[in-house]
């Protein structure tokens, strides 16, 4: 039978295994910062830490499941400028530019 929240405090053996876990998990972390700091991505704001595939990392802190504030580490730029214009006339069906009376 499975053990409550309860129990599961009370138990050395998963409080062993979490302090392990999470301690595995803040070393990951650490060591992916020092591999950002060390880059140079962190020098002009607009790069994450990501994963040897590309993906963004987000970390939460472990003892209360929230995620970390912005920082150097976790902040997202993002350029919303368009390179790429409507130069015709399929604007106007996006836009009614039809004038009426109130």
Known sequence: MPY??????ELEFYQN????DEQ??????QI????????GSADDGTQT?????GHILVYENVYNGQLD?????????????SEHL???????ELI????REL
Do not use: C, G, H, W
Request: net charge neutral; no cysteine; hydrophobic share 30%.
């Open 69 to 81: 504030p912005p920082s150097e580490f976790n902040k997202m730029v993002a350029d919303m400028n």
């Open 49 to 53: 830490i990501r994963d040897d595939n």
């Open 4 to 9: 409550t929240k309860e129990e599961l405090q």
């Open 17 to 20: 295994l979490k302090n392990e």
């Open 96 to 99: 009614n530019r039809e004038f």
């Open 24 to 29: 595995r998990y803040l070393k990951n972390r």
């Open 86 to 92: 409507k130069n015709d006339i399929s604007i106007n």
């Open 32 to 39: 992916l910062e020092d591999r950002f700091r060390v880059s």
